[in-house]
């Protein structure tokens, strides 16, 4: 049995090397951008309130 799988890069829909570092990016460059980009997303909802603030 020999699957080969063709992870695809979902930050620059790229074929990502099976050995990859970054998987499922293609790079440090990839998952950096996924990362803001959800990090923005959450920023966005500012649910922070539910932490103990004062
Ligand atoms: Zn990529």
Known sequence: MNK????TCPSCK???EIDSKFKPFCSKA???IDFLRWANEEVGIETFED???D
Request: with cysteine; proline share 0%.
């Open 4 to 7: 080969k799988i063709n992870l």
């Open 14 to 16: 790229k074929i990502v």
């Open 30 to 32: 990839c998952k950096s």
């Open 51 to 53: 932490q103990d603030n």
